[in-house]
């Protein structure tokens, strides 16, 4: 796993300040940007926070975190999933806390290629839903390329085992690329995350296209029923040209976030991709955090934020505006964990204060401000 970019602005548009102190010097107060009308953040830093990650001999020595880490509740007990080809399950009383338990999860079936758990949800009636990005081998001959593809999985113990319910996310046929200057993807659909409605009528899933030419290559949506959760093969569809009606496998897309530069041609990319989600309650808006590729080896070129009030409507995010630097060529996958035990605050939900991961690791702590707002 691993701009130039056309959007249509619409309502708030995002300015960011990052302030990031040294760790050897007393921390100011971070500096933040604003104008009217605008929502803003702020960064500080904060005590180092590795999550366990995955395949970690020792709480000392944390394993690889190689996608979004998804998080739930159950009862006082936070859980957390990291992947690296294979996921691992975390545990505690809060973010801070997870040597409750650590365990490698199991699914009950065998697969082609490696299945990194991307996104989870929790239900009342205690089934916890999980979806995954699969990368399947022996695509391209003598190479080590790979096209992803998206899974979903439920388990009755909390993720402790999944029971697979297979394939529901996939590239057109035919756009594989054995040709291609990239070093680990030759098309497919993956690296996404995932959101419920308010009104929990449906999923939605927010993805990324490496398939097929520049017109369908970038961040895309799909969506499918939430009462089809259990039997999600050929549930969900593709939002292509404005409507929701292309089959999740095999199926177009027309992506709210195109590439600048194709995935594949060149040594150099521009492309905004891995996108992880969650509602804010401070901000009362939904926040996306998004990695951008500036060349075929996926060097990050920075983090990005958008806000949007409907889940619903991709052409609603706001212009990607830059947040951080990049911390390290390869340091991708930025998200949002939420802080508030009480409010069973989590990957997918969030308040004024949170901490930044970037690769399982978080250095920072950031504010979501309201237009005039001060940390």
């Not at 899974?151 to 996939?170: K, M």
Request: hydrophobic share 40%.
């Amino acid at each position: 796993m691993r701009d130039g970019i056309a959007l249509r602005t619409v309502g708030m548009l995002a300015f960011a300040a990052v302030w990031l102190a040294s760790e050897t010097t007393a921390a100011p107060a971070p500096a933040v940007s604003e104008t009217d009308g605008a929502s803003s953040v702020a960064i500080r830093d904060a005590a180092p926070l590795p999550f366990r990650g995955a395949n970690s001999p020792d709480p000392d020595k944390p394993g690889d975190t190689d996608c979004n880490s998804p998080a739930h509740w159950d009862g006082p007990t936070l859980y957390v999933f990291n992947s690296a080809g294979h996921p691992w399950r975390s545990a505690g009383p809060d973010l801070f806390h997870l040597n409750a338990s650590y365990i490698r999860t199991e699914y009950d079936n065998k697969v082609n290629g490696g299945r990194w758990i991307e996104c989870t949800w929790k239900t009342g009636d205690g089934a916890l839903y999980g979806w995954y990005h699969n990368e399947p081998g022996g695509l391209v001959a003598g190479t080590g390329l790979t096209a992803p593809r998206i899974g979903a999985v439920r388990s009755a113990d909390n993720g402790a085992t999944w029971h697979d319910l297979g394939i529901i996310l996939e590239a057109r046929p035919n756009t594989l690329l054995p040709g291609t200057k990239n070093k680990y993807f030759a098309g497919g659909n993956g690296d996404f995350c995932c959101m419920l409605d308010a009104a929990k009528e449906y999923m939605y899933f927010y993805i990324s296209t490496y398939a097929g030419g520049t017109d369908e290559q970038g961040v895309a949506a799909a969506r499918m029923r939430w009462a089809d959760r259990d039997t999600p093969v050929g549930k969900v569809f593709k939002r292509h040209n404005g409507q929701w009606k292309e089959p999740g496998v095999g199926g177009r897309v027309t992506p709210f976030l195109p590439v600048a530069i194709d995935w594949h041609k060149d040594n150099v990319v521009d492309a905004f991709w891995g996108p992880s989600i969650h509602w804010n309650t401070h901000l009362e808006q939904y926040v996306m955090l998004l990695n951008r590729a500036k060349d075929k080896d996926w060097s990050q070129e920075g983090v990005y934020i958008s806000f949007n009030r409907d889940i619903g409507n991709p052409d609603a995010w706001t212009k990607p505006v830059k947040i951080m630097d990049a911390v390290g060529p390869d340091r991708w996958y930025p998200q949002i964990i939420g802080l508030d035990a009480a409010a069973r605050e989590t990957d997918k939900l969030a308040g004024k204060r949170a901490r930044l991961f970037v690769r399982g690791l978080s250095r920072w702590e950031i504010a979501f401000l309201r237009p005039g707002e001060r940390m």
